[in-house]
């Protein structure tokens, strides 16, 4: 019995040992692959970095392996279909700061595992070829009109949100934007027409940030059902058309310029309210974004805001500021109308 035992112990480890000459012999041809020693640089078996190399297209014979492809800082000017293809694993691509104007219609195909695209501080125009992934950057481009059209959905597990990047664009209009999307950013995109509302996935956003943009009137987005968080500061905002705020709605972050038409709507479940701008003169101004059973936190700046002597009861606001506004006095604040108010930040003002 013991010449047999030592056999099977002698067979395991010649077993294991092959396995690891294997497996060696693998990592040592993967990180030997022409690509990585001539014109990339490679982490493991699933990262490429081909940053700042001068690059004026996608180098063939990116291994096979690779989840995460980083082109970042070169000179490519096109993607062409079938420069990513074959690669079965790709789950992150970085074309961040190229010259990139055109994308070829099937450039992203076969891609199964794609999820994110940074095509961000490049050159385009059209996007319409843009696949529809979990995450999308498209910052710092000359992109106009949102045309992405798809009719899939996401296939990823968990509860991860699909987002898209507009920022510092030249956006004029949202209405071609069909991708399956929760959130948006386009700050700084020159977006004079909030038409948001009026996509084909309306249903599916949870939040919109339009900061910094020229923005005038605000539409009823009531049909905006899953909605949770809209920031709106920095744009020059007149009129608020909304009747009824969306249900989910949670944070607002939105600048009223002098004069500003507000509908009164005391049905929103708004508890995070940051305002400012010279529409804002008294506390009652505000009380037409909330109900007053909900607010948790007030933020009023740059305003005309002279008094708060008008501030209603509101049992569950925690933190009251009004700064960089023209408030002159304070009053005391009854534990009975504010029993959970905590914070009270009044600086910058003309308080005597």
Known sequence: MEPWHFCIYEGYHVAILACLLVSTASSSAWLNHSLCLETCSCVGQTKVECSNRYLRIVPAGIPLTTENLILSRNLITNIQDGDFFPLPALAVLRLTANFISAIQPQAFDRLPKLSTLHVDENCLIDISTIPPILIINLAFNFIQRVNCHSQQTFGFAGDR??????????????????????????????????????????????????????????????????????????????VVQISHWPQGTTLLQIHLEKGTHINQNSSSRINHLYISGMGISHLQDIIGFMDVHFIEVIVISKSLVSSISDLPALPKLRSLTVKHSELIGVITFSPYLYPKLRVIDFRNNSIT
């Open 161 to 238: 949100e699909s987002l898209i990047n507009l920022s510092n664009n030249f956006i004029v209009g949202f209405l071609n934007l069909s991708l399956p999307v929760n959130i948006i950013t386009a700050v700084s995109s020159n977006i004079r027409v909030f038409d948001i509302h009026q996509i084909q996935s309306v249903h599916l956003i949870t939040l919109i940030d339009f900061r910094d943009n020229g923005i005038r009137t605000l539409p009823d987005l009531r049909n905006l059902t899953k909605l949770q968080k809209l920031f709106l500061s920095g744009n020059p905002i007149h």
